[in-house]
């Protein structure tokens, strides 16, 4: 799963401007692979950020799901372990 990327971008540039988009409102719904795709250094708070504005992500490995009540909690959990 190795990201399409344009040939000017970094992978953290791309990244930037998926959340970008995603808070104008240009998509509702982020699917990642798995948490390891994500930064994690800034993965909750990015998540939280989404969230505020209306976006929902989905982690398809490790099945959270943002949009539902629980995600935080098993976000924290994933991460701590």
């Known amino acids: ?4 990327l344009n040939d000017n971008l970094t992978l953290e540039e791309e990244y930037e401007k998926m959340r970008d988009d995603a808070k104008s409102g240009m ?3 982020i699917y990642i692979k798995s ?4 930064p994690k250094e800034s993965l909750l708070k990015d998540v939280r950020e989404l ?3 209306g976006v929902a992500v989905k982690f398809e ?3 959270i799901d ?3 009540s629980s995600w935080e909690l098993l976000l924290t959990v994933y991460l701590a372990g």
């Open 1 to 4: 799963d190795e990201p399409n």
């Open 66 to 68: 943002t949009s539902l």
């Open 35 to 38: 948490i390891s795709k994500f």
């Open 61 to 63: 490995e490790e099945e």
């Open 51 to 53: 969230r505020e504005h």
């Open 27 to 29: 998509f509702d719904i």
